[in-house]
């Protein structure tokens, strides 16, 4: 199957764009070869209309998304939303949320994890709504 990945730098300082360390993983560890990549995406949104551009060109319609669990429900309709027919295939669980050390009553006591935690779902349902209302942005180049 053929394989696309995508990111670029989110930050200036990053000396590798996401799609290079996951190329680089895939093919060096893996040995996977990846078939497309694009380097210029900062958002999921951008992530979205960049890889629909380079999959319509190659004439692909229906991909396999991998992306972690939590972040699934807005990367799928993000990318349904650039015209792409989505298959999910998340990683990971809803298990990573629970405390390993911390059984009976203390699961439920607050801790810095919990509040990690719970900044990562607020992140995504807002982020899902913000996708939602807005329009998608133009394909972005490097």
Not at 2 to 28: F, H, K, T
Not at 69 to 81: E, I, L, S
Request: proline letters at 6%.
């Amino acid at each position: 199957m053929p394989i696309l990945v995508s990111g670029g730098r989110v930050y200036r300082n990053e000396r590798a764009a996401e799609s290079q360390m996951m190329e680089s993983l895939l093919e060096g560890k893996l040995a996977r070869s990846v078939s497309w990549r694009d380097d210029c995406s900062r958002t999921t949104a951008e992530n979205a209309v960049n890889s629909a551009e380079i999959l319509r060109a190659a004439g692909v319609k229906r991909i396999v998304l991998v992306t972690h669990w939590w972040h699934m429900p807005r990367a799928a309709a993000v990318f349904n939303k650039a015209g792409l027919e989505v298959q999910p295939l998340p990683v990971g669980s809803a298990e990573e949320l629970l405390p390993r050390a911390q059984e009976g009553l203390l699961r439920w006591v607050p801790s810095a994890a919990a509040l990690l935690q719970t900044q990562t779902y607020w992140r995504e349902l807002l982020g899902q709504a913000w996708y939602s209302i807005r329009p998608l942005p133009p394909t972005r180049k490097c």
